[in-house]
């Protein structure tokens, strides 16, 4: 099965207080998306894959990432993660599955990547999905707690995802969560995508929205699982300084 992998990487990094784009920004003295792009070749998922980048950011991720073998996108407008990835949709043309990461998440392993595809291609489902589990929100977990919880059912089953802002008091203990890292059933993805709506606060298109949809079809939607710190995302300094902390 041929997959590709979209790397969304359009953000500006103005928490960071940078001044380059987010997944340029150095940890351990390489660009983020350097160590993301480490796993997937070594994944050897997808040989070539494509980058989702803003129209001023293209030069500079060309200049950084001149050594190596990727395609790029052009995400017009910042519309939020679901508008990124049909920004990709021509350059995907022909794959079966797409898997979606971010370049702001530097620690995610190949075999974590290997692990979604193969879970991926050896079932039916529309949408594989990495959740991971916190054994608490202190410390340095607490960063965490701002993430959607997993909601499952009495059988096991996936329900729903709850931004920790919906969520109730009895489903914020819940301590598995949502680092939204998707491989989807591409022609499903691509049927899908358009379909979604930016009726929240910031009028934006939200790829786990794609889970719900899933679910109220009756389509499957499958989990697999990774260790927290291995699917953090950098979004703020103080994250950026717990990033280096662990990188060496």
Same mark, same amino acid.
Not at 158 to 179: H, Q, V
Not at 183 to 208: D, V
Not at 218 to 224: D, F, H, N, P, R
């Given at each position: ?9 359009? /953000? ?13 920004? =150095? ?5 983020? +998306? ?5 796993? +997937? ?50 350059? #995907?043309?022909?794959?079966? #599955?797409? +898997? ?23 079932? =039916? ?17 607490? /960063?965490?707690?701002? *993430? ?5 059912? &009495?059988?096991?089953?996936? @329900?729903? +995802? ?25 022609? *499903?993805? *691509? =049927? ?10 910031? /009028? ?12 109220? &079809? ?14 953090? /995302?950098?979004?703020?300094? @103080?994250?950026? @300084? ?7």
């Amino acid at each position: 099965m041929q997959t590709r992998v979209i790397v969304l990487a359009a /953000g500006k990094g103005k928490r960071m207080g940078a001044d380059v784009p987010k997944a340029l920004v =150095e940890i351990a003295g390489r660009p983020m +998306i350097d160590h993301l792009l480490d796993s +997937i070749r070594d994944s050897e998922v997808d040989p070539r894959p494509i980058i989702v980048v803003a129209p001023d950011t293209l030069e500079i991720f060309n200049n950084i990432c001149s050594d190596r073998d990727c395609e790029y996108a052009i995400q017009e407008e910042q519309l939020g993660t679901g508008n990124a990835v049909l920004s990709a949709r021509e350059a #995907a043309n022909g794959a079966e #599955a797409i +898997i979606v990461l971010y370049g702001d998440h530097p620690f995610i392993s190949d075999e974590v990547i290997l692990n979604l595809s193969e879970m991926h291609n050896q079932g =039916e489902a529309m949408i594989t999905m990495l959740t991971t589990k916190v054994p608490n929100y202190k410390g340095d977990y607490a /960063g965490f707690n701002g *993430w959607g919880r997993i909601i499952r059912n &009495e059988l096991g089953h996936l @329900e729903a +995802i709850r931004e920790a802002k919906d969520a109730t008091e009895e489903e914020l203990k819940i301590r598995e969560i949502n680092p939204s890292l998707y491989a989807f059933n591409a022609q *499903w993805l *691509w =049927e899908h995508l358009p379909e979604l709506q930016n009726k929240n606060a910031s /009028g934006e298109y939200y790829l786990t929205d794609l889970v719900e949809m899933a679910i109220d &079809e009756g389509s499957e939607v499958i989990t697999a699982s990774a260790e927290p710190f291995e699917v953090v /995302g950098i979004n703020t300094p @103080e994250e950026l @300084e717990t990033a280096e902390r662990m990188a060496g």
